[in-house]
């Protein structure tokens, strides 16, 4: 263990380097930290998350909802989240670096990939949870199989659904943390360049990721709360009471 | 070596660049021509020719899983009991866990740096933290589950609530609770890939020290999944042969 003292002088420099810039510890009148500096690498890694979570959403969300809907593919849906979560990021960041070369762009492909699993899963799941009566009802007055699907299942799977996107989310924004290993500048940059921003940087860097992750599942949280129908809350309520 | 420098190189040289603690052989593979030369997508004889070097971070990495894994479960079981019962320590208790869930491996490693430095300890400490909440949420919904038939049948034998608890409760809560500690052991191997960031080794360290290498990261990522799913049956045949009261439920 390290002495108190010196962990909380590690704390105070981390947050001398979020606020002020400074110069580099490699010299030349290069000045890294304050709060712009590191807005452009945290910049960076919020785009490649949401074009990364947008294209899972995309490619994910309409799967899960017509197996969903059809009741066909539960080994596949519930195999293929099982799946995801075995596979290393690190090594699917590498390997589609390796396959496909650099760039904003790939690296979002190998994030949106990695998001896949949960949403997809998730949205399989959440469409089977629904109360078949209420389907049953909806295609009593005359519903379309799409209007069944967006009209009725989608508003009360959303709520499962949105976990999914959390958990989705979540992931892809700490392995787009990696993508600078294979040269986009995220805030992996600061974390891992400690001959260039030193400790203070190191620890910044972290601080900034961490606190931007739980901003992220607190936005997420808020959304799924407002997309949970009214009934919804209120069949809990009742149920736990 | 400055960071920008080290970038400079991951692409265009990166199979000599070695990873810091490595020897520099670890590194280096020197064939110019043939699948190696070439980095082709795999190349069978080169990974049977160099399987050695994955034997040592394998069983380093199967060593931070055990660890976080089991350190992981002890907490979050305690935990799932005593709040079990004091139910006022259950919003609390989801809350903190899911917050420790939400903080990337990466930052969560350099920021216990300044406090418990380069090793394994600061590697186990967020993975065992991230298991928490898998386990906790799933032994709750266990215990939540259990019938109230069973719980009235002991209490009508004369059990005590400690009684009841373990030999009635835990028992019929167990397929919860190994389900929740299966998404957590999978998941597990799969984060302590970035353990070597803490200073810890485990198989990120040779995927890590050549990372444009393709047979070295299909190496990797296939021996990770393979621990992944061993252990996971493991679990589930250890379940079987420990838990034999489940193949008594109705089926």
Known sequence: ?241 | MTVVAAKGLLFADAANRCAPGLPASFCQHHETTGCVGGNGLFCPGWAVDNFDRYVGPFFRHLEIVAISVVAGFAVALALALFSHRHRVLIPPLLGATGVLYTIPSIAFFFLLLPITGFGLVTAVIPLSAYTLQIIYRNTLAGLANVPADAKDAGRGMGMSDRQLLWRVELPLATPEVVAGLRIAIVSTVAIATLAFLAGAGGLGAPLYAQPDFKTNIIMVGALTIAMALTLDLIVVLSRRFLMPWQRARPR
């Open chain 1, 1 to 241: 263990m390290i002495p108190l003292a010196s962990v909380i002088d590690s704390f105070v420099g981390a947050f001398d380097f979020i606020l002020h810039s400074r110069d580099a510890v490699t010299g030349g009148h290069v000045q890294v930290g304050g709060i712009p500096y590191i807005w452009t690498f945290a910049r960076t890694q919020l785009e490649v998350s949401a074009v990364a979570l947008g294209g899972a959403l995309a490619v994910g969300m309409p799967i899960g909802l017509v197996l969903g809907h059809i009741g066909k593919g539960e080994y596949f849906a519930v195999g293929f989240g099982n799946a995801g979560r075995a596979v290393p990021e690190i090594a699917v960041v590498f390997l589609l670096a390796a396959l496909i070369g650099i760039g904003l762009g790939n690296v979002a492909l190998a994030l949106g990939i990695l998001g896949l699993p949960p949403i997809l899963t998730n949205t399989f799941v959440a469409m089977r949870q629904v109360d078949p009566t209420a389907v049953q009802a909806a295609e009593g007055v005359g519903m379309r199989p799409w209007e069944v699907i967006v009209r009725v299942e989608l508003p009360l799977a959303a709520p499962t659904i949105m976990a999914g996107v959390r958990t989705a989310a979540i992931n892809i924004f700490a392995t787009a943390t990696i993508a600078s290993f294979v040269g986009l500048s995220t805030l992996g940059d600061l974390v891992t360049g400690r001959n260039v921003y030193g400790d203070d940087g190191v620890l910044a860097g972290a601080i900034v990721i961490a606190v931007l992750a739980g901003l992220i599942e607190l936005a997420l949280a808020g959304v799924q709360r407002l997309l949970t129908p009214r009934g919804l809350k209120l069949q809990r309520a009742t149920r736990s009471a």
